[in-house]
């Protein structure tokens, strides 16, 4: 089981950018996937998230501006990013309802920065 996050960089302010999750190991299309973050010297904070039906919760400081989206036929999840602000520079993390507890990936560093 695991999963492999890609995409992350440096972007300014206002800028856009989408992260992807490649996934193995596991009935991709039957889990519930998420995206997480954490930013320098806080905790890790949920982003949103994408259940197998396709419904699609996301937390509020990015809702309208980022698109959870999965491609079920090459088990990959993606996080369009767009509007960047600063306070969005993190690590982004996806996680996976598989095995006992779930799993999480490497992370992927997102920096916003002019």
């Known amino acids: 089981v695991q999963l492999v996050e890609s995409g992350g960089g440096l972007v300014q302010p206002g800028g856009s950018l989408r992260i992807s999750c490649a996934a193995s190991?596991?009935?991709?299309?039957?889990?519930?996937l998420n995206w997480y973050r954490q930013a320098p010297e806080k905790t890790r904070e949920w982003v949103a998230g994408?259940?197998?039906?396709?419904?699609?919760p996301y937390a509020n400081s990015v809702k309208g501006r980022f698109t959870i989206s999965r491609d079920n036929a090459k088990n990959m999840l993606y996080l369009q990013m767009n509007n960047l602000k600063s306070e969005d520079t993190a690590v982004y993390y996806c996680?996976?309802?598989?095995?006992?507890?779930?799993?999480w990936g490497q992370g992927t560093t997102v920096t916003v920065s002019s």
């Open positions: 996680w996976a309802s598989a095995g006992a507890s779930g799993v």
């Open positions: 190991g596991f009935t991709f299309s039957s889990a519930t």
């Open positions: 994408i259940t197998p039906g396709g419904k699609t």
